[in-house]
């Protein structure tokens, strides 16, 4: 199997080696700005200084859902058309996804302690996320344990797409479960009220920056796929010389 | 179609099979709880609708992995995936069948762990309805991930890491039910829910299950 | 600097084990890209 001979990998690798400096100078820009100007906003009248999380927090929410969506896409079209990049582009992803979801549950539980009282609550969309970040784990775990890889791609692909499908059902099921137990409980997290515009813009810039860091780093993943896989090919071709 | 479950129900009960290992795991899971929370009665009733939901989801996880093992190892895999048979449709006769060996015994009997548990009077027919209607989407999801991870080795521990994230449906649901049975008051929307998720899933959990079986076996 | 009141080690935390993730797979991911380019060039050369 030499994928190299495609023209999709070389086509891929050259011009994401042109476009990844640009990538990663405005991911770096972009999401220092964006925490800087976060953190120097001034205190929000009900959270206090802990408003400023929401600069981490909401980005990473964002990108952890993204990021399986795009995995999603990714492997539909491994599935349908078999290009390898397509493949790789998604298990390059799903490490960078599962960090998101980690930073998403970590800033929220860390908010949580002072607003709540407690490291953790069964929140609708907490638990939303950590049935997602399971999600992930589950994928990367499979992705490591078969060994045949275009089989692996194959496997990966048919749990992602079953995996969109419960984590969708088990969003739904998770808001149904928090609600049925505490009635009027209002454990909503600041985003659901309108954002003034002091907090809004830094967290856009926030938002870009770290989508742009997601880019970079796919990116550069997809390209370490590409490499090795070149490498087991050329190393599975001198064997059977 | 009837060959293939009668061969794989006689595989099951006969000795070796593992029938009847999924009951005496429900047991041991309803007997560490109280060991692990208190024998308080008042805690315990609160709790069992979740721990009887829980201790026969994780009954149900056992024995998985020999829904498609047996016969990928010995080859008659193979020979299922060729047959006139279409794939999908082995794949529901082994569900079928995992499910009349685990699932139905598991809800049959759950009123027996309930008493250990301190479960409320009312809860105990919801308590069967759901299970019954639920562990049948145990069975399919858990063949669904037993497709995927077949031939791996040590793939049980991995099949546990796919498959329980996809039962947190069914598992909300059918608790949800019970707990609402028992506290007298009507249990129609979680188990109309919990209806809904198995029957989507006995619908297309077969393709997905067959798909992965036929990237195994290439 | 800028005043963090009563939360500021729930906002340091936050801000600390975020920037630590990023950080990390930023560079495991740049890591594991270097070696496999270069375990790529010298099967590259020697073959």
């Known amino acids: 199997m030499s994928i190299w001979e495609y023209a999709n990998p070389v086509k891929f690798m050259r011009s994401s080696g042109a476009v990844l400096p640009w990538v990663a100078a405005g991911a770096g820009l972009c999401t220092v700005a964006g925490l800087v100007w976060g953190f120097l906003t001034p205190e929000d009248y009900k959270q206090g200084s802990t408003v400023k999380i929401i600069f981490l927090h909401v980005p990473a929410a964002l990108m952890a859902i993204n990021i399986w969506l795009m995995m999603l896409v990714t492997s539909l079209v491994w599935l349908i058309r078999r290009h390898h990049v397509s493949a790789l582009a998604a298990k390059a992803a799903a490490p960078i996804g599962a960090v998101m979801t980690l930073i998403a549950l970590i800033t929220g539980a860390i908010w949580g302690q002072p607003m709540w009282g407690t490291w953790w609550e069964w929140d609708p969309r907490l638990t939303s996320f950590l049935i997602l970040f399971l999600f992930y784990l589950g994928y990367m775990a499979l992705w490591e344990a078969v060994e045949n890889p275009d089989s692996a791609a194959d496997l990966t692909g048919v749990l992602c797409l079953v995996g969109s499908v419960f984590a969708l059902l088990s969003r739904y099921a998770v808001n149904f479960w928090n609600q049925g137990l505490h009635q009027g409980a209002s454990l909503s997290m600041a985003p659901g009220e309108r954002m003034s515009a002091i907090y809004r813009y830094p967290l856009y810039l926030s938002m870009l920056g770290f989508f742009l860091l997601f880019l970079a780093l796919v990116l550069v993943r997809t390209r370490t796929e590409i490499r090795r896989r070149r490498l087991a090919a050329l190393l599975a071709r001198e064997n059977r010389a | 179609m009837k060959a293939l479950l009668i061969r794989d129900l006689r595989l099951a009960t006969r000795s070796g099979g593992g029938f009847g290992l999924a009951l005496a795991f429900f047991l041991i899971v309803c007997t560490l709880v109280p060991f692990g929370v208190g024998p308080e009665g008042g805690t315990l009733s609160r709790i069992a609708p979740g721990i009887l939901w829980v201790g026969a989801l994780l009954s149900c996880l056992l024995s998985l992995d020999r829904i498609f093992a047996l016969d990928f190892d010995d080859g008659s895999l193979d020979l299922l995936a060729t047959a006139p048979l279409p794939l999908e449709g082995t794949v529901a006769i082994k569900a079928l069948a995992h499910w009349l060996v685990t699932g139905l015994p598991l809800a049959l009997s759950a009123p027996v762990f309930g008493l250990l548990l301190h479960l409320p009077g009312p809860a105990y027919p919801w308590l069967v309805a759901s299970l019954v209607l639920g562990t049948p989407a145990l069975s399919m999801l858990g063949a669904f991930g037993a497709a995927v991870t077949v031939g791996l080795r040590r793939g049980g521990l991995l099949l546990s890491l796919l498959v329980l994230p996809l039962y947190v449906p069914t598992l909300i649901f059918g608790a949800e039910a019970v707990r609402r049975g028992a506290a007298g008051a009507d249990p129609g929307t979680p188990l109309v829910f919990l209806a809904a998720i198995t029957a989507a899933t006995l619908a297309l959990a077969p393709f997905a299950a067959a798909a992965a079986l036929r990237v195994n076996l290439r | ?47």
């Open chain 3, 1 to 47: 600097m800028i005043e963090l009141g009563k939360y500021a080690g729930t906002v340091l935390a936050a801000y600390g084990a975020s920037l630590l993730l990023l950080v990390g797979i930023t560079v495991q991911t740049l890591l594991a890209n270097a070696r496999a380019r270069r375990e790529l060039q010298e099967h590259e050369r020697r073959g």
